[in-house]
Each structure stands twice: as C-alpha cells, then as structure tokens.
C-alpha cells in the first residue's frame, strides 16, 4: 500500500499526459471476482480473482497516447483480447517506454518467468507474436505490486499510475 501510494503520483500523470510517441506498455489489472469470460474466437475462459498483466506496444499513429486512452476507457466495441478482460477488470495503472523498438514479448518473458505467475489463456493476445509468446497476458494470482511491475521491467523510464 505504500508502494502503491509512492508511486501513484507518476501513474497519474502517466493517464493525464502519456506521450504521443510510439512505444511498448503493460496494462496492470486487477480482476476483484473470479469471472467466466468470452474472449473473441478464443472461447471462455475461466479467469480466477488477481492481478493480471497485459503487455502490448503502440507504433501506429497516435502513439502511446491514443492505445492507452483506449484501453482506459471502458464500455467500448471489444476488438483485442484485452478489451474482453478490460471490461471487467480494474485498471491499476500502466507501465511504458518510449524506446524504439517493441518490447513486449521481452516483457512478457519476464513476467511469466517470475514466481507465481501464469498463463491464464494460450495465445492471449499473441495470436500473430512473432516471438512465439505463450501469451501477452501473465496472470498474478497471489497479486504483484507497481513497484514489482516495475522491477521486473526495469525500465528507466516506466511510470506507473493509478486510475478507476
Ligand atoms: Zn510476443
């Protein structure tokens, strides 16, 4: 809790003002209640009470900007995997760089490399990963602090803030 408060400072800004340029960034999610979810042609899926981490990049017009002003609003036409989770799922803040080249399956490697994490659905949000990922979406069912998120990424310039 104090490292959430340490941080939400940085977080806010980040949703106020996230840059306009190109970038990689990880949604943090907190699902309150076990839920069955349709994602898209996946199928359901059954996605325990936790933390989840999406980790996706923005190198299309708008940028950062744009990509994370969407996924912070909700009630929207789901297109992504993560839209079908966003719609239930708190968002606690988000982590990004602006370095030039896409960084999310390096992330999403590490991520699912840590303890207690898994991958809730096969090809969550990796259905074209070049990488071969498991998934975009690492799940945290025992939970993860921002300042863990932040750890594990270890990005210079990652912020992380909090919104509703
Ligand atoms: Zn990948």
Sequence with gaps: MNSESSASSHLRSAICDPPSACGTYALALHLAHAKNLRIGKLGTFHFPR?????VGSAFSAGGLRARIARHARKNK??????????EHARLRGIIFTDASRAMECEWSRRLSACADANIPVAKF???DCRNKCAAHLIAFPRGITSNQLCEILDEGVAQIANSG
């Design 77 to 86: 036409r789901a297109h992504w995997h993560i839209d079908y989770l966003r």
């Design 50 to 54: 936790g933390d989840y981490v999406y």
């Design 125 to 127: 949000g990796a259905m």
